[in-house]
């Protein structure tokens, strides 16, 4: 982080409502210390027991990103804020893939939903919140 704010702005987002409360939060931020807005969406490997057509789940995967990806779009379209919007596909670990990305692209901050699209509710913070926490080495916010 600068000694003038943060210059960019890293939210990740699943298209969870949680995740949408964060662009919220992120959008904010990004309007007040006039920082560049990223919203990066990653859509991990199938699983291993996936048995159909990878080309068809990574088109699929696409398809329902682009849904909600507009709603991120608009959402700081409303903050005043333009937001870059990114997807990478194909990654063994969602939470490295945030990471490597944040580093790459000198990412002063991290927001990141409590969980995500998973169902369990059980948990105050998801495995993804979890790891960006612990790893990252910006500032991380997470939003509940």
């Given at each position: 982080?600068?000694?003038?704010g943060?210059?960019?702005?890293?939210?990740?987002?699943?298209?969870?409502?949680?995740?949408?409360?964060?662009?919220?939060?992120?959008?904010l931020?990004?309007?007040?210390?006039?920082?560049?807005?990223?919203?990066?969406?990653?859509?991990?490997?199938?699983?291993?027991?996936?048995?159909?057509?990878?080309?068809?789940?990574?088109?699929?995967?696409?398809?329902?990103?682009?849904?909600?990806?507009?709603?991120?779009?608009s959402?700081?379209?409303?903050?005043?804020?333009?937001?870059?919007?990114?997807?990478?596909?194909?990654?063994?670990?969602?939470?490295?893939?945030?990471?490597?990305?944040?580093?790459?692209?000198?990412?002063?901050l991290?927001?990141?939903?409590?969980?995500?699209?998973?169902?369990?509710?059980?948990?105050?913070?998801?495995?993804?919140?979890i790891?960006?926490?612990?790893?990252?080495s910006?500032?991380?916010?997470?939003?509940?």
């Amino acid at each position: 982080m600068s000694e003038s704010g943060f210059k960019r702005i890293l939210v990740a987002v699943d298209g969870s409502e949680v995740s949408l409360k964060a662009v919220n939060h992120a959008a904010l931020l990004a309007k007040h210390e006039g920082a560049e807005l990223i919203a990066l969406h990653v859509v991990p490997k199938p699983p291993f027991e996936f048995s159909g057509d990878i080309a068809i789940y990574y088109d699929e995967a696409r398809r329902r990103a682009k849904r909600w990806l507009r709603d991120v779009e608009s959402t700081a379209a409303r903050h005043g804020v333009g937001a870059r919007v990114e997807v990478l596909v194909d990654a063994s670990s969602i939470t490295e893939a945030i990471l490597g990305y944040a580093e790459s692209n000198q990412v002063e901050l991290v927001v990141t939903g409590t969980r995500g699209m998973t169902p369990s509710r059980r948990m105050l913070m998801g495995s993804v919140a979890i790891g960006l926490v612990q790893y990252a080495s910006c500032p991380v916010l997470v939003v509940r």
